[in-house]
T-cell receptor, first 108, second 115 residues
């Protein structure tokens, strides 16, 4: 059974701080890694994708991938209250496996 | 922008009813998926399809069937709805990339309640 593990949280950070979200996965042959944001009652929306080891930056978001350690993370710099949501890690190849998500709370 | 449209936002059905959930995408994507999402269990794949008339079981296909007669439309069918099928249902689509690495695009979801 392919697994994707995330800490359910909530992860609480003050406004302006860096939020660090982590994800581990079990399937070593995984090639595609995604972070989705999901607001309560809404469907997931893509935040970041990463396919190679290292860092990938997009605005306030940085995704980090370490295939040797089977670890992918998402950093959110200058966190805003509007970033408060559940963040889903998804791993795989076409047929993605999702983690259960980490709930992030950013307090003003 | 890719648009994935699910026909109903909320549905209430009775136990034993046959339920159809419809999903249409407008970007000529080959792959379409049906997930259900439950608190503490995350997103679980029910069925997916790589092409018209093709379907493959996901992780939890029991009690469900699917239909894909046209490329843009993927239907999820609950043959005889049961209370344990009360859930949020999410449809998604994606292109077939060279590495199969195109991200999923989700519809708005259908919250189904079976009473």
């Amino acid at each position: 059974q392919k697994e994707v593990e995330q800490n359910s949280g909530p992860l609480s950070v003050p406004e302006g701080a860096i939020a660090s979200l982590n994800c581990t996965y079990s399937d070593r042959v995984s090639q595609s890694f995604f972070w989705y944001r999901q607001y309560s009652g809404k469907s997931p929306e893509l935040i970041m994708s990463i396919y190679s080891n290292g860092d990938k930056e997009d605005g306030r978001f940085t995704a980090q991938l370490n295939k040797a350690s089977q670890y992918v993370s998402l950093l959110i710099r200058d966190s805003q209250p509007s970033d408060s949501a559940t963040y889903l890690c998804a791993v795989g190849f076409q047929k993605l496996v999702f983690g259960t998500g980490t709930r992030l709370l950013v307090s003003p | 922008d890719v648009k994935v449209t699910q026909s109903s936002r909320y549905l209430v059905k009775r136990t034993g009813e046959k339920v159809f959930l419809e999903c249409v995408q407008d970007m000529d994507h080959e792959n379409m998926f049906w997930y259900r999402q439950d608190p503490g269990l995350g997103l679980r794949l029910i069925y997916f399809s790589y092409d018209v008339k093709m379907k493959e079981k996901g992780d939890i296909p029991e009690g469900y069937s699917v239909s894909r007669e046209k490329k843009e439309r993927f239907s999820l069918i609950l043959e005889s709805a049961s209370t344990n099928q009360t859930s949020m249902y999410l449809c998604a689509s994606t292109l077939v990339g060279d590495r199969g690495d195109s991200p999923l695009h989700f519809g708005n979801g259908t919250r189904l309640t079976v009473t």
